[in-house]
């Protein structure tokens, strides 16, 4: 095994530690690596699709370009798989979506002839993609449903909670717009919603940060 290789097994083994030793080891013998820069968008568009796309690290964002602006989909992480992927690259198709890394990220491109050879061949690599569909499903219900029966301030207050989680960290490096954007909103109303929060002592608004006070509780 190559040092191309080792890496690939070592990102494999940390961040997808339920995937058999068998299945890893064919993913890493055709697999390759790319490395993607904060900012940096890995898939467009109506680009042809001939891989799967699998997290080995970072963070990254799924989301679709409208003629209004992006319409947000999903994350991924570490561990995550890219559904819209699996499906594009199975099907020939070119890809519907957008994926951008909000910070330097490891990605691990599966090709398709591999990815049809696994699902010949594993139960445990059948088993993981289903489970990838419907955590991708469940991440689209979810945003559904807090689009359609939540006011915009619960909204925010959640997408600020859960950021803060994620880094383990009050101070959120964002701009007023990528939160519109995800909250599929404008970034006049989140910025008025910022204001008021922050008069009401529950955070400091920055240049392109945030800073949430410990007295931030979430909403019921």
Not at 89 to 99: L, P, R, T
Not at 145 to 164: C, G, P, Q, T
Request: charged share 25%.
């Amino acid at each position: 095994m190559d040092a191309h290789q080792e890496e690939i097994r070592a990102l494999l083994d940390r961040s997808y530690p339920s995937l058999p030793a068998p299945v890893k080891t064919i993913i890493c013998q055709s697999a390759s690596l790319l490395p993607a820069r904060k900012g940096e968008t890995i898939t467009r568009q109506g680009q042809w699709l001939r891989n799967a796309i699998l997290v080995g690290a970072g963070y990254m964002k799924v989301y679709r370009e409208g003629p209004e602006g992006e319409i947000f989909m999903y994350y991924l992480e570490a561990g995550h798989a890219c559904a819209m992927t699996f499906v594009c690259a199975q099907g020939s198709e070119v890809s519907g979506v957008m994926i951008t890394a909000l910070e330097d990220s490891l990605v691990i491109l599966l090709p398709l002839p591999v990815m049809d050879r696994l699902m010949r061949e594993s139960h445990d690599w059948n088993q993981f993609v289903v489970n990838t569909y419907r955590a991708r499903f469940d991440n689209l219900l979810r945003a559904f449903d807090s689009v359609v029966f939540k006011k915009l301030d619960e909204r925010l207050l959640d997408y600020l909670h859960a950021h803060v989680s994620r880094v383990n960290s009050r101070t959120l490096q964002i701009t007023h717009q990528q939160i519109a954007d995800d909250l599929h909103s404008t970034r006049e109303a989140v910025s008025r919603l910022l204001k008021s929060m922050e008069q009401q002592g529950l955070l400091a608004i920055n240049r392109n940060s945030l800073l949430l006070k410990t007295g931030i509780v979430r909403k019921r």
